[in-house]
């Protein structure tokens, strides 16, 4: 029987967020996924999370962001995201993006 170990979950982050990325965009296939924080800046501890970067084409309402959260993660669910894959959703419009990006690199899913 294979453990799983926090270090163990962290090796397997690209996976996870490619999984999440398709979730996206069977839901919302206009928008852009992007990483950004530790997992990207070669900073990842044991209490990492994986910041996934949901652009829009427009602002969505905290509303919005909460509900196609909860779809997105159920989506991912079905395509066999592990419960215990400590993914971020961050769920945004393009007019955003500069917040995310003084704040550090962000990658689109594409180039992983």
Known sequence: MTRITPLHILMNWRNYVKIVCEAVKGII????VYVTGGAVEDRLT???D???????PYTPTFEEAVELRAKILEKAEELRLPMYAPIELHIIGKEE????TKKGKIVPVSEL
């Open 29 to 32: 296939p206009d928008a852009e």
């Open 46 to 48: 044991v209490l990492s």
């Open 50 to 56: 994986i910041d996934v970067l949901i652009v829009l």
């Open 97 to 100: 993006v500069k917040k995310y």
